[in-house]
Protein backbone atom coordinates (compact mmCIF):
# COMPACT_ATOMS: atom_id res chain seq x y z
CA UNK A 1 0.00 0.00 0.00
CA UNK A 2 1.07 3.62 -0.43
CA UNK A 3 1.47 6.36 1.92
CA UNK A 4 -1.96 7.72 0.75
CA UNK A 5 -3.51 6.04 3.66
CA UNK A 6 -2.25 8.85 5.85
CA UNK A 7 -2.28 11.40 3.17
CA UNK A 8 -4.48 14.43 4.48
CA UNK A 9 -5.85 17.76 2.53
CA UNK A 10 -4.52 20.79 4.72
CA UNK A 11 -5.45 24.33 4.99
CA UNK A 12 -2.55 26.53 6.20
CA UNK A 13 -4.05 30.15 7.27
CA UNK A 14 -0.78 32.50 8.45
CA UNK A 15 -0.22 36.51 7.62
CA UNK A 16 3.87 35.15 8.00
CA UNK A 17 4.88 35.29 4.24
CA UNK A 18 8.06 33.52 5.37
CA UNK A 19 6.52 30.82 7.55
CA UNK A 20 3.68 30.41 4.17
CA UNK A 21 6.52 29.53 2.44
CA UNK A 22 8.09 27.16 4.42
CA UNK A 23 5.05 25.03 4.91
CA UNK A 24 4.21 25.68 1.55
CA UNK A 25 7.53 23.48 1.17
CA UNK A 26 7.43 21.33 4.21
CA UNK A 27 3.85 20.17 4.43
CA UNK A 28 4.15 18.10 0.80
CA UNK A 29 7.67 16.38 2.43
CA UNK A 30 5.37 15.49 5.46
CA UNK A 31 2.83 13.71 2.22
CA UNK A 32 0.42 16.01 2.46
CA UNK A 33 -1.30 18.25 0.24
CA UNK A 34 -1.54 21.58 1.12
CA UNK A 35 -3.41 24.98 0.15
CA UNK A 36 -1.77 28.25 1.67
CA UNK A 37 -4.02 31.20 2.24
CA UNK A 38 -2.54 34.46 3.56
CA UNK A 39 -5.40 35.83 5.59
CA UNK A 40 -8.93 34.83 6.36
CA UNK A 41 -10.85 35.65 3.54
CA UNK A 42 -9.02 33.74 0.99
CA UNK A 43 -9.51 30.77 3.58
CA UNK A 44 -13.08 31.24 3.83
CA UNK A 45 -13.46 31.30 -0.16
CA UNK A 46 -10.82 28.49 -0.19
CA UNK A 47 -13.28 26.40 2.45
CA UNK A 48 -16.12 26.92 0.04
CA UNK A 49 -14.71 25.15 -2.98
CA UNK A 50 -12.72 22.28 -0.99
CA UNK A 51 -13.17 20.02 2.14
CA UNK A 52 -9.85 19.34 4.32
CA UNK A 53 -8.74 16.90 6.79
CA UNK A 54 -6.86 19.93 8.67
CA UNK A 55 -6.57 23.44 9.05
CA UNK A 56 -3.75 25.30 10.95
CA UNK A 57 -5.17 28.83 11.43
CA UNK A 58 -3.36 31.85 12.61
CA UNK A 59 -5.67 33.61 15.37
CA UNK A 60 -3.83 37.47 14.81
CA UNK A 61 -4.17 38.64 11.37
CA UNK A 62 -5.52 41.96 9.89
CA UNK A 63 -9.14 41.27 8.01
CA UNK A 64 -11.17 38.44 9.58
CA UNK A 65 -9.25 36.82 12.39
CA UNK A 66 -8.42 33.28 13.09
CA UNK A 67 -11.51 32.81 15.19
CA UNK A 68 -13.59 33.56 11.86
CA UNK A 69 -12.10 31.19 10.22
CA UNK A 70 -12.59 29.05 12.46
CA UNK A 71 -16.40 29.53 13.15
CA UNK A 72 -17.05 29.10 9.45
CA UNK A 73 -15.30 25.68 9.28
CA UNK A 74 -17.42 24.91 11.84
CA UNK A 75 -20.61 25.57 10.02
CA UNK A 76 -19.37 24.29 6.39
CA UNK A 77 -16.97 21.59 7.10
CA UNK A 78 -17.15 20.85 10.95
CA UNK A 79 -15.24 17.35 9.84
CA UNK A 80 -12.11 19.16 9.11
CA UNK A 81 -9.70 19.11 12.03
CA UNK A 82 -8.91 22.54 13.41
CA UNK A 83 -5.30 23.11 15.08
CA UNK A 84 -4.92 27.08 16.16
CA UNK A 85 -1.80 28.23 16.20
CA UNK A 86 -0.78 31.42 17.39
CA UNK A 87 2.44 33.20 18.85
CA UNK A 88 0.03 35.78 21.49
CA UNK A 89 -0.68 31.58 23.01
CA UNK A 90 -2.37 31.99 26.90
CA UNK A 91 -4.17 29.05 28.70
CA UNK A 92 -7.23 31.44 28.00
CA UNK A 93 -6.95 31.40 24.54
CA UNK A 94 -6.30 27.47 24.47
CA UNK A 95 -9.12 26.52 26.93
CA UNK A 96 -11.61 28.78 24.36
CA UNK A 97 -9.42 27.29 21.07
CA UNK A 98 -11.15 24.21 22.71
CA UNK A 99 -14.84 24.63 23.44
CA UNK A 100 -15.01 26.08 19.83
CA UNK A 101 -13.83 23.19 18.57
CA UNK A 102 -10.34 23.19 18.49
CA UNK A 103 -8.63 19.62 17.82
CA UNK A 104 -5.15 20.83 18.81
CA UNK A 105 -3.25 24.47 20.30
CA UNK A 106 0.49 24.99 18.79
CA UNK A 107 2.52 28.22 20.14
CA UNK A 108 4.27 29.87 18.06
CA UNK A 109 7.11 29.60 16.52
CA UNK A 110 6.03 25.78 15.89
CA UNK A 111 8.46 23.20 15.40
CA UNK A 112 8.14 20.93 11.82
CA UNK A 113 8.08 17.80 14.22
CA UNK A 114 5.39 19.11 16.41
CA UNK A 115 3.23 19.76 13.42
CA UNK A 116 4.29 16.60 11.68
CA UNK A 117 3.09 14.90 14.92
CA UNK A 118 -0.38 16.26 15.24
CA UNK A 119 -1.18 15.80 11.85
CA UNK A 120 -0.06 12.19 11.96
CA UNK A 121 -2.72 11.95 14.60
CA UNK A 122 -5.61 13.72 13.18
CA UNK A 123 -4.66 10.75 9.91
CA UNK A 124 -4.71 7.80 12.53
CA UNK A 125 -8.05 9.32 13.86
CA UNK A 126 -9.51 9.47 10.61
CA UNK A 127 -8.36 5.71 10.04
CA UNK A 128 -10.24 4.81 13.28
CA UNK A 129 -13.08 6.23 11.64
CA UNK A 130 -13.27 4.76 8.26
CA UNK A 131 -12.76 1.30 10.00
CA UNK A 132 -15.16 2.28 12.60
CA UNK A 133 -18.03 2.85 9.80
CA UNK A 134 -16.78 -0.18 7.46
CA UNK A 135 -17.26 -2.06 10.39
CA UNK A 136 -20.34 -1.05 11.47
CA UNK A 137 -21.55 -1.73 7.37
CA UNK A 138 -20.12 -5.19 7.54
CA UNK A 139 -22.26 -5.71 10.64
CA UNK A 140 -25.14 -5.08 9.31
CA UNK A 141 -25.37 -7.60 6.34
CA UNK A 142 -22.57 -9.95 7.55
CA UNK A 143 -23.86 -13.20 7.22
CA UNK A 144 -21.93 -15.15 9.75
CA UNK A 145 -17.91 -15.79 9.66
CA UNK A 146 -15.58 -15.81 6.29
CA UNK A 147 -15.46 -19.57 6.06
CA UNK A 148 -15.27 -21.01 2.63
CA UNK A 149 -17.21 -24.21 2.88
CA UNK A 150 -16.38 -27.25 0.62
CA UNK A 151 -13.88 -29.57 -0.57
CA UNK A 152 -15.69 -30.21 -4.31
CA UNK A 153 -13.45 -29.81 -7.21
CA UNK A 154 -14.92 -26.76 -8.35
CA UNK A 155 -14.77 -25.66 -4.97
CA UNK A 156 -11.36 -26.12 -4.73
CA UNK A 157 -10.32 -24.65 -7.88
CA UNK A 158 -12.05 -21.48 -5.97
CA UNK A 159 -9.94 -21.66 -2.97
CA UNK A 160 -6.65 -21.78 -5.45
CA UNK A 161 -7.43 -18.72 -6.90
CA UNK A 162 -8.28 -16.86 -4.14
CA UNK A 163 -4.87 -17.87 -2.44
CA UNK A 164 -3.40 -16.31 -6.12
CA UNK A 165 -5.41 -13.38 -5.81
CA UNK A 166 -5.34 -11.70 -1.91
CA UNK A 167 -2.09 -10.88 -1.73
CA UNK A 168 -1.72 -8.52 -5.19
CA UNK A 169 -3.36 -5.31 -5.41
CA UNK A 170 -5.03 -6.58 -8.53
CA UNK A 171 -8.73 -5.88 -9.71
CA UNK A 172 -11.08 -9.00 -9.03
CA UNK A 173 -13.85 -9.73 -10.49
CA UNK A 174 -16.24 -12.75 -8.68
CA UNK A 175 -18.93 -13.95 -11.50
CA UNK A 176 -21.82 -16.20 -10.23
CA UNK A 177 -25.78 -16.80 -9.61
CA UNK A 178 -27.38 -15.22 -6.60
CA UNK A 179 -26.61 -16.65 -3.26
CA UNK A 180 -23.55 -18.36 -4.39
CA UNK A 181 -21.66 -16.41 -1.72
CA UNK A 182 -19.89 -13.56 -4.11
CA UNK A 183 -19.63 -11.34 -0.96
CA UNK A 184 -17.81 -14.18 0.81
CA UNK A 185 -15.21 -14.32 -1.55
CA UNK A 186 -14.63 -11.10 -1.59
CA UNK A 187 -14.02 -11.00 2.28
CA UNK A 188 -11.88 -13.83 2.11
CA UNK A 189 -9.85 -11.77 -0.63
CA UNK A 190 -9.55 -8.75 2.08
CA UNK A 191 -8.50 -11.23 4.97
CA UNK A 192 -6.06 -12.79 3.06
CA UNK A 193 -4.48 -9.60 1.51
CA UNK A 194 -1.95 -7.08 2.84
CA UNK A 195 -4.82 -4.72 3.79
CA UNK A 196 -6.47 -7.53 6.02
CA UNK A 197 -6.36 -4.91 8.92
CA UNK A 198 -7.48 -1.90 7.16
CA UNK A 199 -11.42 -1.94 5.83
CA UNK A 200 -13.45 -3.94 4.15
CA UNK A 201 -16.49 -2.06 2.68
CA UNK A 202 -19.40 -3.79 0.79
CA UNK A 203 -21.12 -1.92 -1.33
CA UNK A 204 -24.68 -3.19 -2.82
CA UNK A 205 -24.23 -1.02 -6.25
CA UNK A 206 -28.17 -2.28 -7.14
CA UNK A 207 -29.28 -0.92 -3.72
CA UNK A 208 -27.83 2.51 -3.86
CA UNK A 209 -31.40 5.47 -4.44
CA UNK A 210 -30.25 6.26 -8.65
CA UNK A 211 -30.19 9.82 -7.21
CA UNK A 212 -27.10 9.22 -4.64
CA UNK A 213 -25.10 6.85 -6.00
CA UNK A 214 -22.31 9.52 -6.98
CA UNK A 215 -22.89 10.61 -3.16
CA UNK A 216 -22.74 7.28 -1.74
CA UNK A 217 -19.55 6.05 -3.51
CA UNK A 218 -17.59 9.25 -3.61
CA UNK A 219 -19.12 12.01 -0.75
CA UNK A 220 -20.33 15.10 -0.70
CA UNK A 221 -19.91 18.45 1.05
CA UNK A 222 -22.37 20.38 3.13
CA UNK A 223 -24.70 22.45 1.09
CA UNK A 224 -23.61 20.18 -2.12
CA UNK A 225 -27.63 19.78 -3.28
CA UNK A 226 -30.63 20.00 -1.34
CA UNK A 227 -30.81 17.48 1.40
CA UNK A 228 -26.75 17.22 1.98
CA UNK A 229 -27.32 19.16 5.51
CA UNK A 230 -23.92 17.84 6.51
CA UNK A 231 -20.77 16.48 4.79
CA UNK A 232 -20.05 13.47 4.02
CA UNK A 233 -17.34 10.70 3.39
CA UNK A 234 -17.86 8.43 0.40
CA UNK A 235 -17.43 4.46 0.47
CA UNK A 236 -14.77 5.02 -1.32
CA UNK A 237 -12.94 7.02 0.68
CA UNK A 238 -14.17 4.87 3.71
CA UNK A 239 -12.18 2.50 2.26
CA UNK A 240 -9.09 4.34 2.29
CA UNK A 241 -6.21 1.58 2.96
CA UNK A 242 -8.42 -1.37 2.58
CA UNK A 243 -10.93 -3.38 0.00
CA UNK A 244 -14.21 -1.85 -1.46
CA UNK A 245 -16.52 -4.61 -2.94
CA UNK A 246 -18.86 -3.59 -5.47
CA UNK A 247 -21.49 -6.06 -5.56
CA UNK A 248 -24.10 -5.99 -8.69
CA UNK A 249 -21.58 -3.83 -10.65
CA UNK A 250 -23.72 -4.41 -13.77
CA UNK A 251 -26.99 -2.14 -12.31
CA UNK A 252 -24.39 1.02 -12.25
CA UNK A 253 -25.74 3.27 -15.17
CA UNK A 254 -23.24 4.68 -17.68
CA UNK A 255 -22.71 8.05 -16.09
CA UNK A 256 -21.61 5.91 -12.82
CA UNK A 257 -19.26 4.04 -14.52
CA UNK A 258 -17.75 6.94 -16.56
CA UNK A 259 -17.38 7.92 -13.13
CA UNK A 260 -15.97 4.71 -11.52
CA UNK A 261 -13.45 4.14 -15.12
CA UNK A 262 -11.82 7.32 -14.10
CA UNK A 263 -11.62 6.48 -10.55
CA UNK A 264 -10.29 3.13 -11.05
CA UNK A 265 -7.33 4.90 -13.44
CA UNK A 266 -6.46 7.63 -11.28
CA UNK A 267 -7.48 6.94 -7.95
CA UNK A 268 -8.57 10.39 -7.50
CA UNK A 269 -11.72 11.28 -5.55
CA UNK A 270 -13.68 14.62 -6.13
CA UNK A 271 -16.51 14.69 -3.56
CA UNK A 272 -19.52 16.47 -4.68
CA UNK A 273 -19.67 19.95 -4.58
CA UNK A 274 -15.81 19.91 -3.97
CA UNK A 275 -13.77 21.79 -7.02
CA UNK A 276 -10.47 19.62 -6.05
CA UNK A 277 -9.65 15.86 -5.93
CA UNK A 278 -7.30 13.84 -3.64
CA UNK A 279 -5.89 10.43 -3.88
CA UNK A 280 -7.34 7.54 -2.36
CA UNK A 281 -5.47 4.01 -1.68
CA UNK A 282 -8.05 1.39 -2.10
CA UNK A 283 -8.28 -2.47 -3.18
CA UNK A 284 -11.55 -3.16 -6.00
CA UNK A 285 -13.09 -6.39 -6.03
CA UNK A 286 -16.19 -6.17 -8.41
CA UNK A 287 -19.21 -9.19 -8.57
CA UNK A 288 -22.06 -9.75 -10.33
CA UNK A 289 -24.44 -12.04 -11.67
CA UNK A 290 -25.13 -10.66 -15.22
CA UNK A 291 -23.24 -10.98 -17.87
CA UNK A 292 -21.18 -8.21 -18.36
CA UNK A 293 -19.72 -9.29 -22.31
CA UNK A 294 -23.07 -9.60 -23.04
CA UNK A 295 -23.96 -5.63 -21.92
CA UNK A 296 -20.89 -4.62 -23.61
CA UNK A 297 -22.20 -6.21 -26.65
CA UNK A 298 -25.85 -4.69 -26.22
CA UNK A 299 -24.45 -1.10 -25.24
CA UNK A 300 -25.30 -0.66 -21.76
CA UNK A 301 -21.78 -1.43 -19.69
CA UNK A 302 -18.63 0.06 -21.10
CA UNK A 303 -16.50 -1.99 -22.29
CA UNK A 304 -13.22 -0.24 -21.06
CA UNK A 305 -15.00 -0.38 -17.72
CA UNK A 306 -15.13 -4.49 -18.30
CA UNK A 307 -11.48 -4.41 -19.47
CA UNK A 308 -10.50 -2.96 -16.31
CA UNK A 309 -12.56 -4.30 -13.69
CA UNK A 310 -11.66 -8.01 -15.04
CA UNK A 311 -7.87 -8.51 -14.12
CA UNK A 312 -8.32 -11.65 -12.70
CA UNK A 313 -11.98 -13.53 -12.43
CA UNK A 314 -12.92 -15.68 -9.80
CA UNK A 315 -16.37 -18.20 -11.29
CA UNK A 316 -18.35 -19.26 -8.19
CA UNK A 317 -20.24 -22.69 -8.98
CA UNK A 318 -23.86 -23.29 -8.52
CA UNK A 319 -24.78 -25.24 -5.27
CA UNK A 320 -26.35 -27.92 -7.63
CA UNK A 321 -22.83 -28.39 -9.13
CA UNK A 322 -21.47 -29.02 -6.24
CA UNK A 323 -24.26 -30.92 -3.84
CA UNK A 324 -21.52 -33.10 -2.20
CA UNK A 325 -20.69 -29.71 -0.43
CA UNK A 326 -24.50 -29.61 0.77
CA UNK A 327 -24.02 -31.89 3.75
CA UNK A 328 -20.91 -29.80 5.26
CA UNK A 329 -22.72 -26.52 4.02
CA UNK A 330 -26.06 -27.14 5.78
CA UNK A 331 -23.73 -27.86 8.90
CA UNK A 332 -22.06 -24.48 9.00
CA UNK A 333 -25.49 -23.12 8.53
CA UNK A 334 -27.45 -24.92 11.57
CA UNK A 335 -24.24 -23.95 13.86
CA UNK A 336 -25.22 -20.48 12.67
CA UNK A 337 -28.72 -20.28 13.47
CA UNK A 338 -28.79 -22.17 16.44
CA UNK A 339 -25.61 -20.27 17.62
CA UNK A 340 -23.61 -22.87 18.79
CA UNK A 341 -19.97 -24.30 18.24
CA UNK A 342 -20.76 -27.79 18.11
CA UNK A 343 -24.37 -29.76 17.18
CA UNK A 344 -24.73 -33.63 16.76
CA UNK A 345 -23.24 -35.34 13.78
CA UNK A 346 -26.50 -36.71 13.02
CA UNK A 347 -28.74 -34.16 13.40
CA UNK A 348 -29.93 -34.05 9.61
CA UNK A 349 -32.02 -37.45 9.43
CA UNK A 350 -30.26 -39.34 6.21
CA UNK A 351 -33.74 -38.98 4.21
CA UNK A 352 -33.55 -35.01 4.95
CA UNK A 353 -30.20 -34.63 3.52
CA UNK A 354 -31.07 -36.66 0.55
CA UNK A 355 -34.03 -34.14 -0.07
CA UNK A 356 -31.26 -31.32 0.00
CA UNK A 357 -29.08 -33.01 -1.92
CA UNK A 358 -31.64 -33.69 -4.74
CA UNK A 359 -32.84 -30.47 -4.77
CA UNK A 360 -31.99 -27.88 -7.60
CA UNK A 361 -31.41 -24.86 -4.89
CA UNK A 362 -31.99 -22.16 -7.83
CA UNK A 363 -31.88 -19.81 -4.86
CA UNK A 364 -27.97 -21.19 -4.25
CA UNK A 365 -26.85 -21.47 -0.55
CA UNK A 366 -28.61 -18.17 0.54
CA UNK A 367 -31.95 -20.87 -0.20
CA UNK A 368 -30.36 -23.73 1.28
CA UNK A 369 -29.65 -21.30 4.68
CA UNK A 370 -33.42 -20.13 4.55
CA UNK A 371 -35.06 -23.79 4.43
CA UNK A 372 -32.82 -24.99 7.30
CA UNK A 373 -34.10 -22.12 9.38
CA UNK A 374 -37.47 -23.27 8.51
CA UNK A 375 -36.75 -26.49 9.10
CA UNK A 376 -35.00 -25.06 12.68
CA UNK A 377 -38.52 -23.96 13.68
CA UNK A 378 -40.34 -26.71 13.59
CA UNK A 379 -37.07 -28.39 14.89
CA UNK A 380 -38.28 -30.86 17.92
CA UNK A 381 -34.75 -30.98 19.12
CA UNK A 382 -33.93 -34.47 18.03
CA UNK A 383 -33.57 -34.78 14.45
CA UNK A 384 -34.20 -32.44 11.30
CA UNK A 385 -36.99 -34.42 9.65
CA UNK A 386 -38.36 -33.97 5.96
CA UNK A 387 -41.49 -32.72 7.27
CA UNK A 388 -39.03 -29.78 8.60
CA UNK A 389 -38.40 -28.32 5.89
CA UNK A 390 -40.34 -25.84 3.56
CA UNK A 391 -43.36 -27.93 2.13
CA UNK A 392 -41.94 -27.15 -1.67
CA UNK A 393 -38.60 -29.26 -0.73
CA UNK A 394 -40.47 -32.61 -0.05
CA UNK A 395 -40.99 -35.10 -2.16
CA UNK A 396 -44.42 -35.83 -0.93
CA UNK A 397 -46.76 -32.76 -1.84
CA UNK A 398 -49.49 -33.73 0.49
CA UNK A 399 -50.42 -31.25 3.30
CA UNK A 400 -49.31 -32.87 6.71
CA UNK A 401 -52.64 -33.03 7.53
CA UNK A 402 -54.84 -34.65 4.61
CA UNK A 403 -54.75 -38.61 4.11
CA UNK A 404 -55.14 -41.31 6.35
CA UNK A 405 -54.91 -41.40 10.61
CA UNK A 406 -52.26 -44.08 10.45
CA UNK A 407 -50.25 -41.05 8.04
CA UNK A 408 -51.63 -38.32 10.58
CA UNK A 409 -50.34 -40.40 13.19
CA UNK A 410 -46.76 -40.96 11.87
CA UNK A 411 -46.05 -37.51 10.93
CA UNK A 412 -47.16 -35.81 14.24
CA UNK A 413 -46.31 -38.37 16.56
CA UNK A 414 -43.60 -37.09 19.21
CA UNK A 415 -44.13 -33.30 18.16
CA UNK A 416 -46.07 -30.67 20.62
CA UNK A 417 -49.82 -29.26 19.59
CA UNK A 418 -47.04 -25.91 19.45
CA UNK A 419 -45.16 -27.21 16.74
CA UNK A 420 -48.14 -29.00 15.12
CA UNK A 421 -49.97 -25.63 15.10
CA UNK A 422 -46.41 -23.73 13.76
CA UNK A 423 -46.61 -26.61 10.85
CA UNK A 424 -50.08 -25.89 9.48
CA UNK A 425 -48.67 -21.92 9.82
CA UNK A 426 -45.63 -22.47 8.13
CA UNK A 427 -47.22 -24.73 5.52
CA UNK A 428 -50.41 -22.31 4.29
CA UNK A 429 -47.26 -19.62 4.21
CA UNK A 430 -45.62 -21.56 1.67
CA UNK A 431 -48.50 -21.88 -0.15
CA UNK A 432 -49.29 -18.77 -0.57
CA UNK A 433 -45.49 -17.76 -0.97
CA UNK A 434 -44.69 -15.92 2.43
CA UNK A 435 -47.78 -13.78 2.44
CA UNK A 436 -48.99 -13.41 5.87
CA UNK A 437 -52.16 -11.45 5.20
CA UNK A 438 -53.49 -14.24 2.56
CA UNK A 439 -52.00 -16.54 5.16
CA UNK A 440 -54.03 -14.73 8.32
CA UNK A 441 -57.39 -14.84 6.11
CA UNK A 442 -57.00 -18.82 5.61
CA UNK A 443 -56.02 -19.66 9.11
CA UNK A 444 -58.72 -17.51 10.04
CA UNK A 445 -57.15 -15.95 12.70
CA UNK A 446 -55.78 -11.62 12.90
CA UNK A 447 -52.67 -10.85 11.21
CA UNK A 448 -51.50 -9.52 14.56
CA UNK A 449 -52.22 -13.07 16.01
CA UNK A 450 -50.27 -14.66 13.23
CA UNK A 451 -47.01 -11.94 13.63
CA UNK A 452 -47.34 -12.84 17.21
CA UNK A 453 -47.42 -17.07 17.05
CA UNK A 454 -43.99 -16.47 14.62
CA UNK A 455 -42.40 -14.45 17.00
CA UNK A 456 -42.91 -16.67 19.69
CA UNK A 457 -41.94 -19.61 18.11
CA UNK A 458 -39.01 -17.83 17.03
CA UNK A 459 -38.12 -16.85 20.30
CA UNK A 460 -38.30 -20.13 21.49
CA UNK A 461 -36.12 -21.70 18.73
CA UNK A 462 -33.46 -19.59 18.98
CA UNK A 463 -33.42 -20.42 23.31
Not at 330 to 358: C, F, G, W
Request: net charge negative.
Amino acid sequence: MSNSVNKLRVLFVDDEAAIREVMRIELPRMGHDVTICEDGQSALLALDKITFDAAIVDLRMPGLSGWDVVDHINKVSPETEVIISTGHGSVDEAIQAIRRGAYDFLPKPCKLIDIATVLQKVADKRSLENKNIALESRLKIAEGPCQIVGESPPMLRVKKLIEKIAPTDSTALILGETGTGKELVARRVHDLSLRASMPFVPVNCGALPENLVESELFGHRKGAFTGADTPRKGLIEIANGGTLFLDELGELDKTMQVKLLRFLESGEVRRVGDSETFHVDVRIVCATNRDLKEMVNEGTFREDLYFRVNTFEIDLPALRDRKSDISEISRVLLKRHLKKDSIPTDILAPETLEILQSSDWKGNVRELANALEHAIILWDGSQIMPTDLPSHLTRDSTIPFTGSSINWVERTEGKTLRDIEMEVIYHVLDKHDGDKPKCAAELGIALKTLYNKLNQYQTRAAG
